[in-house]
């Protein structure tokens, strides 16, 4: 384990907590400023209202790790819903580490606290998205138990698409 990794502390993300909420843009922008993250600025809407919006949406939850009073890491979840197990899931929409944090194990300390919160609500499993071109992420993933989805091997595996409207 990693000095900064014995020093993270992940806690749930209260969206109406003036701190918490800087945090939570400044790594959502950090994010959006990264090529893996689209390469912009989050919008000056997404910044406004993202909080928010966040708070209203049902299901929606959030887990920050923080190194002191330093924020390392984000993590944004959805709870969804598997119609093959007949239990709810948690989508995880986007995973931040700080530049400066990767590598030391902040990505891991959050996707095992993401995984006993769904545990706690009676979820099935977690399903995230990852750039096929973005290895150090899927090695992140896959040290945390992550793998490709496929419901057969020899069918392949999913591909995610989007439509926007």
Partial sequence: MSEVAARVQVVMAD??????????????DEYARDPFGGGEPMSDF??????????EFPGAFSV????????????????GF???????????HDVVVSAAARGAGVCTAML???????????CCKLTLEVLEKNL????????SGFKPYALDEELGT???WQRYI
């Fill in 15 to 28: 969206y109406r907590d003036s701190r918490q909420g800087e945090d939570i843009l400044a790594l959502m």
């Fill in 46 to 55: 997404c910044r406004e209202h993202l909080l928010e919006r966040l708070a």
């Fill in 64 to 79: 920050l790790a923080y190194d002191g009073d330093r924020a390392l890491g984000l993590v944004n979840c959805f709870m």
């Fill in 82 to 92: 598997s119609t093959f197990a007949c239990r709810p899931l948690v989508n995880i």
């Fill in 112 to 122: 095992d606290f993401v995984a006993r919160e769904a545990k706690s609500r009676g």
């Fill in 136 to 143: 150090p992420a899927q090695t992140a993933y896959r040290r």
């Fill in 158 to 160: 999913a591909q995610f």
